[in-house]
């Protein structure tokens, strides 16, 4: 990989679902290889359940920590809906990797609004290159439905060329030890769904 | 060592290298966990204040004293302590005094954009702001040391970008500092005409002698442009912008980095107007160094190019500099949005369900519980700063008596301490039949689980004896008879309390209490289920807004990962489907 070029990874999802804890370990990894790397999230009223975004930029020198229209080369999403609303800011020829997982949003839950359907093959028609992967059930199988967000680092792990100790390592420094076990299990169902899904 | 640290995260270490030995806060985001890190160090004696002024004069005390101190806060939250730092800046310090402010352009969580720069200004206080998390800890060190040479508290300016960004840090050593030793100094400390007369001057005087620091401090730092010859551009910037301008342009541009807002140079900005040909003005929200600028005599441009709302983002260096768009590719239709919403479980829903069936005019205040403003509850009138339910509602009924009978003011347990106390006793003082209601979840929420005065632990985890809302409002004289504790729980209950205190003439508190049902302490309960057999698909369970419940071919279907098992559903569902 280009050190020169600053790599961006946008984390998305719906407020609660782990975006926080992912970034933290994306964001280890590159440093422990050596790149500058940073992080921006969002604390606060969005978490509640809203619409949720952080960034995780790497490379030798990276001034802005935030990914705008047009900028990112992975949209991780924990959710499908959130990986559609974010498309505009992947950079043309980028990756999108989500969770399958649908959570209807509040005017779809009062009626006022329809969950849209078949919205991977619009994302597919839009040019993106998208990787689809059922984390909530993987999550299920490693043991906790809520380390689908590991389930998708493990995902993500795949497409860089990177040592997996590293990954455990960052996972291991950002988990709580009563869970390791889980979250490990979940990164290797996402490590193994990226192979059938590639 | 190297680690990756958010920027509050960094502030907190800056405060423990620093040798800071207290340090009193109020929950704010984006500023709160400059708190929570800092309580983490044993050295550091950490507390969370009812609210910023009291944390401030805390903070204040303890500088007297001669101990290194720090208060935090966001933007609103320095409007509570503005009183104390106008005075702070006439008494000076004993030890260092740093106070950290978090701005929010783009609101991300706030009631408005508010520019704090202008408070150092006006304060005629030394401002430090950071651009990046390394900045974060050196520049807090850093303040104290300003803080003790010029005796003057200092500002610590950051934004939602800067606390809630993480970027790579250089840790060292703890700073052993001293006490300074404690003096009486009435003429220094005892601000009435006779001493605080000669105290003005001594500030103006110190002021002078702060811009003169800021010719050559090391906050303020010019980087040349690449190549020779004279660069077209010029980026006078601070903060967060800097990293926009950078990404944008690279070493194309030349940059004066203004790491001091106030004061700002002088002899610097002409020397660095100079070796460029054009000078851009790039800050996050008010034109604070262009209007400076300007009054130098040297033109620049600022905001006629840049917006002054709203956060900024390389994107918008590049739209608005270089007129520059990157391409993107977009869904064609329209996608239903995410507002953030209360949470399963949440004992607020209950609460803002019956203002709905009642309803009434609801003065709202700063919380989770203002999420009771959206759609479909849409419970809320008003929500405009800490403790305004209530001091508004006074107002609202003295203008029009006949609302008292259908209008409440709705409240948290923190934000009741925070400043709420205060607009009840001018409703008992000044007798108005308002009627209350407090939601006591027993802790500090939308900031994410902070313990107030009424939770009964510090923010170093000691169990201590809680503050009693009930006493506290008998105290402000609300008659006992008319202050009710209800379980939240129990909307028939509660909706009964307060169909009789509306009708009452008396001032009245309903406590509608539960605790937030995210906290670790409170078991969740199984979830409920719908029988598919009963369900009419009336949509009535629907009212309630939870985000577990959605319609599945005509049927109520509820998602049992989310559920607590409240029950507030099944309460509302006439034919007895939901169990």
């Given at each position: 990989m280009d050190k020169t070029q600053t790599f961006s990874i946008m984390i998305v999802g719906?407020?609660?679902?782990?975006s926080l804890l992912a970034s933290r370990i994306i964001g280890d990894v590159f440093l422990a290889q050596g790149y500058d790397v940073k992080v921006s999230e969002v604390h606060g009223m969005?978490?509640?359940g809203g619409s949720v975004v952080t960034y995780v930029r790497f490379g030798?020198?990276?001034?802005?920590?935030v990914i705008c229209e047009g900028?990112?080369?992975i949209i991780l999403s924990f959710e499908q809906l959130e990986a559609a609303r974010w498309l505009?800011?992947?950079?043309?020829?980028g990756k999108i990797i989500t969770a399958t997982q649908r959570i209807n949003p509040m005017p779809v839950i009062a009626g006022t609004a329809k969950y849209p359907e078949n919205l991977i093959e619009k994302l597919k028609a839009q040019g993106a290159s998208v990787i689809a992967v059922d984390a909530a059930a993987l999550a299920e199988r490693a043991g906790?439905?809520?380390a689908a967000n590991v389930v998708l680092i493990g995902v993500l792990s795949k497409?860089?060329?990177?040592?997996r100790d590293v990954w455990l390592s960052a996972l291991k420094d950002n988990v709580p030890q009563k869970y390791i076990d889980v979250n490990i299990a979940a990164f290797e169902l996402g490590e193994k769904a990226a192979q059938t899904a590639a | 060592m190297r680690k990756l640290m958010l920027g509050n995260e960094a502030v907190a270490r800056g405060l423990y290298e620093g040798g800071c030995g207290f340090v009193s806060s109020y929950p704010g985001t984006?500023?709160?966990?400059i708190t929570e890190y800092a309580a983490k160090y044993p050295e550091i004696y950490a507390e969370w204040a009812p609210n910023e002024k009291v944390a401030l004069e805390a903070a204040i005390g303890a500088s007297t004293a001669g101990m290194r101190a720090f208060c935090g806060m966001k933007h609103v939250g320095l409007n509570v302590a503005a009183d104390p730092l106008f005075i702070g800046a006439y008494i000076g310090v004993g030890g260092g005094l740093v106070i950290g402010v978090a701005d929010d352009p783009g609101m991300h969580s706030s009631q408005n954009e508010q520019d704090s720069r202008h408070y150092a200004i006006a304060a005629k206080l030394p401002m430090l702001e950071p651009s990046n998390s390394d900045e974060c800890l050196r520049f807090t060190k850093a303040a104290f040391e300003l803080s003790e040479r010029f005796d003057t508290p200092v500002i610590l300016r950051l934004s939602t970008r800067i606390s809630h960004s993480q970027s790579i840090v250089e840790l060292s050593e703890r700073e052993n500092v001293p006490l300074v030793p404690y003096e009486k100094l009435p003429a220094k400390r005892v601000m009435m005409p006779a001493y605080a007369r000669p105290r003005h001057t001594v500030v103006e005087e110190r002021l002078s002698e702060l811009r003169e620091y800021a010719e050559s401090c090391p906050f303020n730092r010019i980087i040349p442009a690449e190549?020779?010859?004279?660069?077209k551009l010029g980026i006078v910037t601070s903060g967060p912008s800097y990293n926009y301008a950078r990404e944008v342009l690279g070493d194309s541009a030349a940059y004066l980095v203004i790491?001091?807002?106030?004061p700002l140079p002088e002899r610097l900005i002409r020397k660095f107007a100079e070796m460029v040909e054009r000078v851009v003005v790039i800050e996050e929200l008010d034109p604070i160094i262009e209007t400076h600028i300007k009054s130098l005599g040297i033109p620049c441009d600022g905001k006629n190019i840049f917006p002054l709302t709203g956060e900024y983002s390389q994107g918008l260096v590049a739209e608005k500099l270089l007129v520059k768009k990157n391409e993107y590719a977009k869904l064609t239709e329209e996608l239903p949005g995410r507002p953030p919403v209360l949470c399963p479980?949440?004992?607020h829903r209950g609460v803002f369900y019956t203002f709905k069936k009642m309803k009434l005019t609801v003065f709202g205040d700063i919380?989770?519980?203002?999420?009771?403003?959206?759609?479909?509850?849409?419970?809320?009138d008003t929500t405009f700063c800490m403790g305004a339910s209530i001091s508004a509602l006074h107002g609202f009924l003295k203008a029009m008596p006949d609302y008292a009978s259908r209008t409440v003011a709705v409240i948290g347990d923190s934000t009741f301490l925070h400043s709420g106390v205060t607009g009840l006793m001018n409703i008992t003082y000044n007798r108005t039949p308002a009627t209350v209601v407090i939601v006591d979840n027993n802790i500090t929420g939308m900031t994410g689980h902070q313990d107030n005065p009424?939770?009964?632990?510090?923010?170093?985890?000691e169990d201590v004896t809680p503050v009693s809302l009930e006493k506290i409002c008998e105290g402000a004289g609300v008659s006992p008879s008319h202050i009710r504790v209800v379980p939240a729980s129990d909307t028939a209950a509660f909706e009964a309390a307060l169909r009789e205190e509306l009708a009452s003439p008396e001032p009245s508190v309903i406590i509608a209490r539960q605790p937030c049902?995210?906290?670790?302490?409170v078991k969740r309960g199984d979830p409920v289920t719908v029988d598919t057999g009963k369900?009419?698909?009336?949509?009535?369970?629907?009212a309630v807004a939870c985000p577990c419940i959605s319609m599945t071919d005509g049927k109520a279907q509820i998602d049992a990962a989310l559920c607590?098992?409240?029950?507030l559903c099944a309460g509302l569902c006439r034919f007895g489907a939901i169990d």
């Open positions: 719906v407020g609660g679902q782990g969005s978490q509640r030798e020198n990276v001034a802005s920590p900028e990112a080369d505009p800011s992947l950079k043309p020829g906790n439905i809520k497409l860089f060329g990177i040592n | 984006p500023s709160t966990e190549g020779t010859g004279k660069p790491g001091m807002p106030n479980g949440c004992p919380g989770c519980y203002t999420l009771g403003a959206a759609q479909p509850l849409s419970a809320m009424a939770t009964g632990k510090t923010l170093k985890g049902a995210l906290l670790k302490t369900c009419k698909g009336c949509r009535a369970c629907m607590t098992g409240c029950g």
